[in-house]
């Protein structure tokens, strides 16, 4: 999709409402229902996290965004495909400051680069007790990414126009802090499998753009 195009959708996507759980449900796996009833108390003290749905013009003014591979360490989200985002720390004065201070930790893309157009749904992620605020942002020029070598294994970009692709669905058989062997919705985006939070996240995104596009 052209970038132009994706611009002059931004007033409808800012006041559009938002698909909200609903959306964010088809691709959440089989066992999160369970798992949420499970954390109903460990919920009320839940850590906060900001990530960004980073979008952006390739060199051929095509509309991408940016997701991270983290890498392999000892903790529940070793080597998943994540948004560029983290965990809310005492500098900052919002999830958004989060998201973006974050965001040019771990991929370089300077704050004052990024505007915020909309704020999504949160998600609960169950293994790590943490509630998740996506944001959607732009950066009407091509962002120089570097990434920090301690967190981020690489820097993934996907073409808009593949991620609205049906042929991008699949499941995927995975192992997990509470099962092993169970199969989940996923996207696979350029030969990357992409589930749990981050595929609940861009499943309401999917859904509000396509809606407006």
């Given at each position: 999709m052209n970038f132009d195009t994706f611009l002059s959708a931004i007033s409808k996507i800012k006041s559009a409402p938002l698909p909200s759980e609903a959306s964010q449900f088809k691709m959440a796996?089989?066992?999160?229902?369970?798992?949420?009833?499970?954390?109903?108390?460990?919920?009320?003290?839940?850590?906060?996290?900001?990530?960004?749905?980073?979008?952006?013009?390739?060199?051929?003014?095509?509309?991408?965004?940016?997701?991270?591979?983290?890498?392999?360490?000892?903790?529940?989200?070793?080597?998943q495909i994540a948004f560029p985002g983290g965990k809310l720390e005492e500098q900052d004065n919002s999830l958004k400051e989060t998201a973006l201070r974050e965001t040019f930790e771990e991929i370089g893309v300077p704050i004052n680069q990024i505007e915020i157009i909309k704020q999504l749904t949160k998600v609960y992620i169950p293994p790590s007790n943490f509630h998740v605020q996506p944001f959607?942002?732009?950066?009407?020029?091509?962002?120089?990414?570097?990434?920090?070598?301690?967190?981020?294994?690489?820097?993934?970009?996907?073409?808009?126009?593949?991620?609205?692709?049906?042929?991008?669905?699949?499941?995927?058989?995975?192992?997990?802090?509470?099962?092993?062997?169970?199969?989940?919705?996923?996207y696979k985006l350029n030969d990357y499998v992409v589930w749990g939070a981050t595929a609940m996240m861009l499943s309401e995104i999917k859904d509000l753009l396509k809606r407006l596009m």
């Open positions: 796996p089989p066992f999160r229902k369970q798992l949420i009833q499970q954390q109903k108390t460990a919920i009320k003290n839940a850590k906060k996290a900001g990530v960004l749905a980073l979008f952006y013009p390739n060199s051929n003014n095509e509309t991408h965004f940016v997701l991270i591979l983290r890498k392999t360490y000892k903790g529940v989200h070793s080597a959607v942002g732009i950066s009407k020029q091509i962002p120089n990414f570097i990434k920090q070598n301690d967190e981020v294994e690489a820097i993934i970009e996907i073409p808009l126009q593949h991620f609205f692709n049906d042929s991008t669905l699949t499941t995927q058989t995975v192992s997990t802090s509470y099962s092993t062997d169970v199969e989940v919705p996923a």
